[in-house]
């Protein structure tokens, strides 16, 4: 069980827009601790796709956007290609676990 | 050109100890708030954060994993090593290495990791 809670799977299609939701609580998104965001492709290093809860690093399409409100962030994609297709994590910090990390449990990116 | 390189067994036997080396370039340990973690991959399942080690050698372990886990870094080499003791097939995983730099920043390079499984 993941201290952040994403929904396992979301799809669209070609040129359609998505939102990854990361739900948190008071003890990590919601103390204020920032929220980054990776994308996985089978057989690559993770990628840093956002960070500081809506920043993209060089090269990043701004396609891709991230928000935080609360004690929840959100990852939004849009104008789906087919290259998009991947699985996305949320990552962030515990309040209760000093130092500690804390991802959460993935999202598979389903591009119809 | 910052990068991280992991290495080590591509296969242990449960009860073994487990070994990896991450190798850095491109950025130095020595240097203020650097920090290089340890995170895994099962198969099909969500990344885990393993372990922290930081520029002045202060070290944090995974709750769950803490009693089995050993970070130490090697600045003369470059290197960072995640040392874990009696492997289990849950164990069977990608181990990344990767670096962050900040103590709530985002980890900004990876390594490509390094699979690594545990059977008999």
């Known amino acids: 069980q993941s201290v952040l809670t994403q929904p396992p799977s979301v799809s669209g299609a070609p040129g359609q827009r998505v939102t990854i939701s990361c739900t948190g609580s008071s003890s990590n998104i919601g103390a204020g601790y920032d929220v980054h965001w990776y994308q996985l492709l089978p057989g690559t290093a993770p990628k840093l796709l956002i960070y500081v809860n809506r920043i993209r690093p060089s090269g990043v399409p701004d396609r891709f956007s991230g928000s935080k409100s609360g004690t929840s962030a959100s990852l939004t994609i849009t104008a789906l290609l087919a290259e998009d297709e991947a699985d996305y994590y949320c990552q962030s910090y515990d309040s209760r676990l000093p130092g500690h990390v804390v991802f959460g449990g993935g999202t598979k990116l389903t591009v119809l | 050109h910052v990068t991280l390189k992991e290495s080590g067994p591509a296969l242990v036997k449960p009860t073994q100890t487990l070994t990896l080396t991450c190798s850095i370039s491109?950025?130095?340990?020595?240097?203020?708030?650097?920090?290089v973690s340890w995170i895994r991959q099962p198969p099909g399942k969500a990344l885990e954060w393993l372990a922290r080690?930081?520029?002045?050698?202060?070290?944090f372990y995974s709750t769950s994993l803490k009693t089995r886990l050993t970070i130490s870094k090697d600045t003369s080499r470059n290197q960072v090593v995640l040392t874990m003791t009696n492997m289990d097939p849950v164990d069977t995983a990608t181990y990344y290495c990767?670096?962050?730099?900040?103590?709530?920043?985002?980890?900004?390079?990876w390594g490509q990791g390094t699979l690594v499984t545990v059977s008999s």
């Open positions: 990767a670096r962050h730099n900040d103590s709530s920043g985002p980890f900004d390079y």
């Open positions: 491109g950025f130095s340990l020595t240097t203020n708030q650097m920090r």
């Open positions: 080690i930081d520029w002045d050698d202060d070290k």
